[in-house]
């Protein structure tokens, strides 16, 4: 026990001497944290946005009035003919432009559908989504005008039959990108500090000319493995601290589950991508090659395979079978659930068994590495 002690403190006088390794691991997760939070958004605004009035009427002035008033869209122009629209896509001036037809206002007061075309810059990442915004404004204001041409002849609009939808969201009723954004930050931030500064830690002795000095020193090599992790576990779970509290107070991100099994989870997850970064440390012979292989372990399932970004059942089928491979599936559910849903042992429990039983295997893998490398 005193020469695992002797390692991690020797590792730890190492850290705290080297200045930007030290700004690299307590400060750079903080900054990505910030960037992402506020970079990273699904709650697209302000569209650009260009009108071309066919009609001229009331009605279309209506309409118009209506995009302008909406926080979705930014009409930031006014066309007079159709062949001005390729030099907006073309110039990037604006990702959608809404065709209002010259019979727009006497269709509606005929009680006929206005007709409305909407074309959109299919280059643009935000294209999808300014057509639903569309499409779906164009629809609450053609049900507005239908209730008041109704009104207007004396029909009793209350009394109709049809279908009224409630929507309510449950636990992020806001709709705030933050809130499902800062939870996975945690499982990436994480991952990235953990396997990358782990990975380094052999091959900085070696580079350095102190391996062989460890070698002939009476330390045995699983004393060794434990003395090298045991500070950038220390180090892991002071950002997991550090992060929770910062999304808590300064994003107002909810934790509504147990403090306790938040814990469990990190502790079995910083394990698995501890002996990850081992695994990388004893298999790569410079650091530049253990920069890159553990650059790959962090951010390919950090990033593609864990559900941070993209929902793992919209992927291929191949690419949903290769995520159930690698620990960050299965703990961000464990962060999301407990920050947004408050989900409890009996839920998240086949999450926390995956882990725990990566965490064995990985770590039985990294010892056996060690044994065989150093």
Request: with cysteine; glycine share 6%; proline share 3%.
């Amino acid at each position: 026990m005193n020469r695992i002690l002797a390692i991690a403190r020797k590792e730890f006088i190492h850290i705290t001497r080297d200045r930007r390794l030290l700004a690299t691991v307590l400060l750079m997760p903080l900054i990505q944290l910030f960037l992402f939070s506020y970079a990273l958004s699904f709650n697209v605004k302000n569209i650009s946005t260009a009108v071309l009035n066919q009609d001229n009427s009331a009605y279309s002035r209506q309409y118009v009035n209506a995009l302008q008033q909406s926080d979705y869209f930014q009409v930031t122009q006014n066309l007079t003919s159709m062949s001005q629209v390729s030099g907006i896509f073309t110039k990037s001036q604006a990702t959608l432009v809404v065709v209002i037809s010259p019979t727009f206002g006497s269709d509606i007061a005929a009680g006929r559908p206005g007709k409305v075309q909407l074309l959109v810059d299919g280059s643009d990442s935000s294209a999808q989504t300014a057509e639903g915004y569309a499409s779906a404004l164009s629809g609450i204001f053609g049900g507005r005008v239908a209730v008041s041409q109704a009104q207007a002849k004396g029909v009793n609009v209350a009394a109709a039959t049809g279908i009224t939808a409630a929507i309510r969201t449950w636990y992020n009723p806001e709709n705030r990108s933050a809130n499902y954004f800062i939870p996975g930050l945690i499982v990436i931030l994480l991952t990235t500090v953990t396997i990358q500064q782990t990975a380094l830690t052999l091959v900085r002795e070696k580079e350095n000319g102190t391996y062989e000095q460890l070698l002939v020193s009476p330390v045995r090599r699983i004393e060794l493995m434990v003395g090298k992790i045991a500070p950038w576990a220390l180090i892991g779970a002071l950002e997991v601290v550090i992060i929770s509290v910062i999304g808590i107070l300064a994003f107002q991100i909810p934790f509504r589950g147990s403090v306790v099994l938040f814990a469990l989870g990190s502790l079995l997850y910083v394990t698995c991508t501890l002996g990850l970064g081992l695994i990388v440390s004893a298999r790569s012979s410079s650091i530049e090659t253990a920069n890159q292989l553990s650059a790959l372990l962090a951010v390919l399932p950090g990033f593609m395979l864990s559900g941070f970004i993209f929902p793992i059942n919209n992927l291929p089928l191949v690419l949903q079978l290769l995520s159930y491979v690698f620990p960050a599936r299965y703990f961000m559910v464990i962060v999301r659930t407990l920050f947004l849903k408050g989900g409890s042992f009996a839920i998240l429990w086949p999450q926390f068994a995956a882990l725990a039983v990566f965490a064995v295997v990985i770590v039985g893998l990294a010892a056996a590495t060690y044994k065989e490398r150093v």
